[in-house]
């Protein structure tokens, strides 16, 4: 028995937003949640995460060849901010993922308009890393595929793509 998935009616949309550790250090989170909720969009799950190397490389995979993806990767895990956690969000609504990138701002914190976040609140370091403070999904493509790297189902507030039920058999830590 699975779920149906939520994003049918036309142009609903599902994006995954990370405040990156830059972004927590700074203590922006509460900024950039007002920021984003000038959108108007619904959050739909949010959990704060330690990030290990496997899941900052996954994330970033379609970088892997990028000259700046090894200092990228520890960017994502927290080296540089002593903050070894991101938060992660999901954000669903009409044109979610054209509205968080408009609101986001260029990938270079430079180039990026002031007013948006990441002009706001990005830098680049000495090293050249871009310390721009949020990810944000970039085509529905990739929210799909990151929205399931980061979450799982049950963590959603409602179902947004088709699940499936399976029998796992992993040990997990719970409450004592
Ligand atoms: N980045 C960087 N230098 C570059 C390009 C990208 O440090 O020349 C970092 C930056 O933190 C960026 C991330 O790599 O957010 C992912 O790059 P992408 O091209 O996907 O940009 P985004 O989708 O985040 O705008
Ligand atoms: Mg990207």
Redesign the pocket.
Known sequence: MGTKPALKKKKIEATLILIKPDGLAKSLTGNILTRLSETKLEIAAAKCVRVSRELAKEH?R??RD?P?FP??IK?LMGKYHNRKKVMALVYVGEAAIQRVREL?G???PEEADPTTIRGQYGRITTK?????VI??S?SSTEAEREIKLWFEPQEIIFPLYPTKTAKVTTQKEIWK
């Open positions: 970033y379609a970088l990028k700046f200092e990228l960017y986001s260029a990938t270079n050249g890393v871009y310390e721009n990810h944000a970039a």
